[in-house]
């Protein structure tokens, strides 16, 4: 295998590896469940809304509805 060929076997695994990350995150952010097997499971969750106090004033605040999962697919799903 010479360098170029290299480079093309890993261009093609890293646009595999994109492909199923996006896959994975589109359906966290749909509510679906996404588990591989000896890697690990991916899914949100929610917090209920709440009554908060903010630090500047103490003054009580509304927190809406926020779903959780790992940073980046937060990111996904709190845009949907």
Known sequence: MNNQELIDTVA???EATGARI??????VASG??????????????EHAPRVGRSAAS???????VVKT???VFTQTVNAS
Do not use: C, R
């Open 58 to 64: 103490s003054k009580a605040i509304q927190i809406p």
């Open 69 to 71: 999962a790992s940073k």
């Open 12 to 14: 093609a695994a890293t």
């Open 22 to 27: 996006d896959a994975a995150t589109t359906a």
């Open 32 to 45: 679906a469940t996404v588990q591989v097997i000896g890697f690990g499971s991916f899914s949100s969750g």
